[in-house]
């Protein structure tokens, strides 16, 4: 079975992240994937603290093994939704949408594993000479914020980088993204809208048989010329923004267009206002599984393409 020096770092059966999707990745479905091997992840997002330690308490009660909290630096409550992580003694912490400096004392003080997910090179050593336990190369394929490099080119650019483990993210959705990514450099995959399809993850109903029915051209990015790109599902939502994005519409008013919009999506599948975050892999994505059976089921399928490699080389 695929193993790396990511399980013994973080005590866990394999190398295996569910990505911290905000309002979607609660504690009911990291627990599961801890419980199934993984390492899940809640999300904060734009959650106040006291979500965040509601969640972190829901994933104790269900689980004894290791899981993390995912903080969005963006976040305008990301100062109190850090120094719960800290005082709940998470083992892990990811963060994402910007620069984790201001936190890294305060997580390595609560002997926290902090894991960035990176987007450039230049992260990549800042946060290694910072004190990250691993790094997260996350590319442009991936849902919600994204950032310009592709997963083919990042990950490997962040492996010379840094001597650091590097979880690869972005467009993974079954064994043949997890050995691609191993081939690259990476010692363990995260992987975000393939858990969307977890039974133990809450999000409407229609919000997974978007994903379950999504085709190869079903994702856009929207949010560019603010500065902090996002990728979701085509819908109304998407093109509604889109056209008052590059329609002449103020900054101030485009910002909040986008607000409130992935909890319709995400609480009441609402298809005219929601905003369905998801990554280019949803086409991947075919049906509903316990969130252990997925991780079981990436890992398997991709062990014996990695065993078969040597059948390309002469």
Sequence with gaps: ??????CDLLGIQYPVFQGGMAWVADGKLAAAVSEGGGLGIIGAGNAPASYVREQIHIAKSLT???FGVNIMLLSP???????????????????GAGNPSKYMKLWLDAGIKVIPVVPSVAMAKLVTRLGASAVIAEGGESGGH???LTTMVLVPLVCDATDLPVIAAGGIADGRGMAAAFLLGACGVQMGTRFLSAQECGIHPVYKEKIINAGD??????GKRLGHPVRSLRT?????????????????ELEQLGVGALRLAVQEGDLKKGCFLAGQAAAMVHEIQPAAEIVRDVVESAEPLLKGASQWVK
């Design 64 to 66: 004894g093994k290791p």
């Design 217 to 222: 051209l079903c994702t856009t990015v929207t």
């Design 77 to 95: 409550f990301a100062d109190e939704v850090a120094q719960a992580a800290a005082e709940e003694k998470v083992a892990v912490v990811t963060t």
């Design 1 to 6: 079975m695929i193993q790396s020096r990511l």
């Design 146 to 148: 994204v950032g310009e």
């Design 236 to 252: 109304q939502f998407a093109r509604n923004y889109t056209k008052a994005e590059y329609g002449g519409m103020p900054d101030e």
